[in-house]
């Protein structure tokens, strides 16, 4: 059982330059979220799913787009890199109204220059 | 290395010693609260989490209190031990969604041998 899969776990970027970070989870679980960590700032949603083919906005959203074709899987893509979007990048997935809250992947360290 | 834990709140206590890491909340409509641990490097994962309907509940050396009238949710740790340094952070959710979580900023907890 891997829990929740991120990859890569490291990237660097050019300003521009496109990119898609994925995220797989094998709990059949129906929720799943991108969240960014910045320092001081905490953990702040991008975008959310709450099953496949259905997706919703976070706090964050600009620069970012997700589709939800299978309930495993949950790419975050980057359209334009900008540094403004170097961070610490988690997936995460929940059964949502399931004691436990989300289960976090490993994460993916961007860094855009 | 990590940045997380830049601009944090800190808490530094001995190997031993009670720890107590507070949280306040904003949103009145919250009716699910979880608290995270974060080790550098690594994703947030699950400690203990409360429902409104409850002021307290007990997991395994940790206790989580809730103070619906003042917003302010608290979390104790046991007989702290070197392996519980780490930040920590409390979530709450969307109001009636459990699956869209609004993290605090965090708190790192230093234990000193």
């Known amino acids: 059982n891997a829990g929740v899969t991120q990859t890569p776990k490291f990237q660097v970027l050019k300003t521009g330059q496109s990119m898609t970070l994925q995220c797989a989870q094998d709990m059949n679980h129906e929720y799943m979220s991108w969240y960014r960590q910045d320092p001081g700032m905490g953990l702040r949603l991008i975008h959310y799913?709450?099953?496949?083919?259905?997706?919703d906005q976070g706090e964050v959203p600009n620069g970012y787009n997700v589709s939800r074709s299978t309930t495993e899987d949950f790419p975050l893509r980057l359209l334009s890199a900008a540094p403004s979007q170097t961070s610490v990048y988690f997936c995460?997935?929940?059964?949502?109204?399931?004691?436990?809250?989300?289960?976090f992947g490993s994460g993916t360290r961007l860094t855009v220059v | 290395g990590e940045s997380v834990g830049l601009h944090l709140p800190t808490l530094s206590v001995q190997e031993g010693d009670n720890s107590i890491i507070n949280c306040a909340y904003s949103?009145?409509?919250?009716?699910?609260f979880i608290w995270y641990k974060q080790e550098s490097g690594k994703g947030p994962q699950f400690i203990i989490d409360i429902r409104s309907n409850m002021d307290k509940r007990q997991g395994q050396r940790v206790t989580v209190l809730l103070n619906k009238t003042v917003k302010h949710l608290s979390l104790q740790i046991a007989a702290t031990q070197p392996g519980d340094s780490a930040v920590y952070f409390c979530?709450?959710?969307?109001?009636?969604?459990?699956?869209?979580?609004?993290f605090g900023k965090g708190t790192l907890l230093t234990v000193n041998p």
């Open positions: 949103n009145s409509a919250s009716d699910y």
């Open positions: 995460a997935s929940s059964y949502g109204t399931a004691a436990g809250g989300y289960t």
């Open positions: 799913s709450v099953g496949a083919g259905i997706t």
């Open positions: 979530a709450e959710n969307d109001g009636g969604s459990n699956y869209k979580l609004t």
